[in-house]
């Protein structure tokens, strides 16, 4: 699903994507690597989680059409 989202974006001409993943989400941040992501920064206390805040890592990846 995540190829068919950064091969459509591509074929739209969107230049960046970008996503939040919780730290501890270790598979999810590295599935995205694995589509081309790169991890941009910490956003700290961005997204709650059973009530509670948690820091997100800020994931983007740029579109290698011209």
Same mark, same amino acid.
């Given at each position: 699903?995540?190829?068919? /989202?950064?091969?459509?974006?591509?074929?739209? $001409?969107?230049?960046?994507?970008?996503?939040?993943?919780f730290?501890?989400?270790?598979?999810?941040?590295?599935?995205?690597?694995?589509?081309?992501?790169?991890?941009? $920064?910490?956003?700290?206390?961005?997204? /709650?989680?059973?009530?509670?805040?948690?820091?997100?890592?800020?994931?983007?990846?740029?579109?290698?059409?011209?």
């Amino acid at each position: 699903m995540l190829h068919k /989202q950064v091969t459509a974006a591509d074929a739209a $001409g969107t230049w960046t994507l970008h996503t939040a993943i919780f730290p501890e989400n270790r598979a999810g941040i590295a599935l995205h690597h694995a589509a081309g992501y790169r991890t941009v $920064g910490i956003r700290e206390r961005t997204a /709650q989680l059973n009530g509670v805040w948690h820091d997100t890592i800020l994931i983007e990846r740029r579109s290698l059409v011209n």
